[in-house]
């Protein structure tokens, strides 16, 4: 079962830009993952899918500050240029092909200083 | 614009049962297969159940496995989670999320959350 690992947390300053990680379990770094943004006291928002490749698709109204990109078993989403508006709970999510089962990482927490 | 609108959450006790309801607009949703996810409060998120679009494919976690019970009414744009023997470890935000399909399942899609709390 494929496991995702995800920094605790993250800071960067306004209009600055930050790089979140989300790591891939061994035997699992073809896996393609999703990003999803939740806000305090929100849903989850998708953000984007993103491949081994890295070539990635975002969800309708995404900014263009959001991008994403792979490195072999890691899966990265950038945000530039941050907003206060980016302060929030970033999780990666993948899907198990062989148990059929949906995993989640546990988050990063990202504050805009 | 895609809704998805959870309804039926609600204080109940342990042992007790509740069924939750997810009413979908905006998509096609006879097409879409579906997902409840669920966050504890202060914790991150779990997937809870699928069911594909047609309902011949239904996976649980283990966590809810032989007490939850997925199932939707495409002619009603209607997602369904009946929850038995609800504990303690149930009290969670569930939320309805869609799943699409490209090189891989991913959710796109996400509800605004309707909150369960299971206490004596």
């Known amino acids: 079962q494929p496991v995702l690992t995800q920094s605790s947390s993250a800071s960067a300053s306004l209009g600055s830009s930050v790089k979140l990680t989300c790591t891939l379990s061994?035997?699992?770094?073809?896996?393609?993952i999703a990003w999803h943004q939740q806000q305090p006291g929100k849903a989850p928002r998708y953000l984007m899918k993103l491949e081994g490749s890295g070539s990635y698709n975002k969800g309708s109204g995404v900014p263009d500050r959001f991008s994403g990109s792979s490195s072999g078993a890691d899966r990265y989403l950038t945000i530039s240029n941050l907003q206060s508006d980016d302060e929030a709970d970033y999780y990666c999510e993948t899907w198990d092909r062989n148990k059929r089962h949906w995993v989640f990482g546990g988050g990063t927490k990202v504050t805009v200083l | 614009e895609v809704q998805l609108v959870e309804s039926g959450g609600g204080l109940v006790q342990p042992g007790g049962s509740l069924r939750l309801s997810c009413a979908a607009s905006g998509l096609t949703f006879s097409s879409y297969s579906m997902n409840w996810v669920r966050q504890a409060p202060g914790k991150g998120l779990e997937w809870v159940s699928y069911?594909?679009?047609?309902?011949?494919?239904?996976h649980y976690a283990d966590s809810v496995k032989g007490r939850f019970t997925i199932s939707r009414d495409n002619a009603k744009n209607s997602l369904y989670l009946q929850m038995n023997s609800l504990r303690d470890e149930d009290t969670a935000v569930y939320y309805c999320?869609?799943?699409?399909?490209?090189?891989?399942?991913?959710?796109?899609?996400w509800g605004q959350g309707t909150l369960v709390t299971v206490s004596s």
């Open positions: 061994s035997g699992h770094s073809s896996y393609i």
């Open positions: 999320a869609s799943a699409f399909y490209s090189s891989g399942w991913y959710v796109d899609y």
């Open positions: 069911i594909s679009s047609s309902s011949s494919n239904i």
